[in-house]
């Protein structure tokens, strides 16, 4: 059994829709807010307006580019959580009445699950089971995957995320929000052995990364106090050995999994996942341990309506549907 699904997202600061049919996402729209970049983060209540604004228009514009008419829809998917209150709240309120005007089923989607589903939109897609680290401004896991909808969380951060350690060196620096992947960008022309910071090792297939941006935020305060321009003469440098040390955090976990489990095929999800760094050192590792690596297109890295439709797909075959009474769970948990 297969359909014709409308999908929604709206977790954090990124109002997208698309539209999915038999298995193949027939697009991905996505209206980002810039309004954030300002105030260095997101701010909740402005993103819960903005989705407000855009959803009616992005819905619109997927449907439209799809050439599906409303009447074609079999079920409206959106994302559950996690993510902001406010945000998810727009997404779930507008899918719900949306659903009851044609009177339609509804699929809530698990964010993070949908996340390593975005694997299987295009080709190749990894058969099961297979390790995803899943890497995002919210999330650092790793997650082993059964099978479409059948998920366990072997090891995650105990206290910040990657891509929050990302964003928070970029504002030390005084680069704009977001700037994860401006300390990528820099990195790329800096020598990632340059300058040594402390990787945090925890037990098992836990994460911490707290430890390593304090570490960054008195290494800049100490040498600035030395020398005014360190940072401006080092800039790169300093990107690139701070970015080194995230990524070798990551991986290093993810080889233990692999080899605690023996599973060799491995893939990466969530807005880091579009880092080069982290993209170029997983091929390296691919090399050295023998790992059938496999890395979403950059478009199905970010927060967008894609995944959650292809996540959606697999609930609809098999009947996953939740009534009118559903509401946002901001720490919804795989």
């Known amino acids: 059994m297969s359909a014709i699904i409308l999908a929604i997202e709206s977790s954090c600061d990124e109002t997208s829709a698309s539209v999915i049919s038999d298995g193949k996402v027939l697009n991905n729209i996505i209206a980002t807010q810039s309004i954030h970049q300002k105030y260095g983060g997101v701010v909740p209540e402005l993103a819960s307006r ?37 945000p998810l709240l727009v997404g779930v309120s507008f899918a719900k009445a949306f659903a009851l005007g044609l009177n339609l089923p509804l699929i809530e989607v698990n964010h993070m699950e949908a996340h390593v589903l975005a694997h299987f939109i295009d080709d190749p897609k990894p058969s099961f089971p297979f390790l ?27 206290d910040d995320a990657v891509g929050e350690a990302f964003d ?13 992947h401006l300390i990528d960008k820099y990195a790329s022309s800096g020598n990632p052995s340059a300058f040594k910071f402390p990787k945090t090792e925890m037990p098992g297939l836990k994460f911490s990364f707290s430890g390593i941006k304090t570490a960054l935020l008195y290494f800049l305060r100490d040498n600035s106090l030395k020398d005014p321009d360190f940072v401006k003469n080092n800039f790169n440098d300093i990107c690139a050995s701070y970015q080194d040390a995230l990524i070798m955090m990551l991986l290093s976990k993810l080889k233990k999994a692999a080899k605690e489990t023996g599973i060799s095929q491995i893939a990466i999800a969530g807005g880091v996942s579009a880092n080069s760094y982290l993209r170029k050192k997983l091929e390296e590792f691919s090399l050295q341990h023998k790992w059938k690596v496999f890395i979403p297109a950059f478009e199905y890295c970010t927060d967008n309506a894609g995944m959650i439709a292809i996540a959606a797909h697999f609930k609809y075959l098999e009947g996953q549907f939740v009534g009118q009474d559903v509401t946002p769970d901001p720490r919804l948990r795989i």
């Open 50 to 86: 903005a989705h407000q604004q855009n959803i009616t228009k992005v819905v619109q514009e997927a449907l439209q580019e799809a050439n599906i008419q409303k009447s074609c829809l079999k079920a409206v998917a959106f994302t559950r959580g996690p993510g902001l209150s406010g």
């Open 132 to 158: 995803c680290l899943t890497v995002s401004g919210g999330h650092t896991q790793i997650v082993l995957v059964e099978d479409y909808l059948k998920m366990k969380v072997l090891g995650e951060t105990q």
């Open 168 to 180: 928070k060196a970029a504002k030390l620096l005084d680069l704009p929000y977001p700037g994860g």
